[in-house]
Nanobody, 123 residues
Framework: VQLQASGGGLVQAGGSLRLSCAASRRTFSNNGMGWFRQAPGNEREFVASIGWNGSNKYYSESVKGRFTISRDRAKDTLYLQMNDLKPEDTAIYYC?????????????????WGQGTLVTVSS
């Protein structure tokens, strides 16, 4: 496993969670990275992405203003701060890295994927 996601759990609507994604066996500090999610019966969808140096952040419209993506290159770790969570945020969240320097928004542009962490938001 080269990317290990953690931090998921059960939270009430309006609550917060912070996801982490740690790299192992190789570094992704110079790669664009992103978060995606997949709810039961749905396709995997883009959530947020970030460039190699922490700039060029992109968010899906559904999470903009509530979620914040960040990274610590020294720790080779990616984060997703999720605030004001809603039941529709319930999904397995995956972190990913691509071979370029820019965070992109499509699943096909990422080559490295973590195993996912489950986020459940109760109403």
């Amino acid at each position: 496993v080269q990317l290990q996601a953690s931090g998921g759990g059960l939270v009430q609507a309006g609550g917060s969670l912070r996801l982490s994604c740690a790299a192992s066996r190789r570094t992704f500090s110079n790669n664009g990275m992103g978060w995606f999610r997949q709810a039961p019966g749905n396709e995997r969808e883009f959530v947020a992405s970030i460039g190699w140096n922490g700039s060029n952040k992109y968010y899906s419209e559904s999470v903009k203003g509530r979620f914040t993506i960040s990274r610590d290159r020294a720790k080779d770790t990616l984060y997703l701060q999720m605030n004001d969570l809603k039941p529709e945020d319930t999904a397995i969240y995956y972190c990913a890295a691509n071979r370029g320097a820019i965070g992109t928004t499509t699943t096909s542009s990422y080559q490295y994927w973590g195993q996912g962490t489950l986020v459940t938001v109760s109403s």
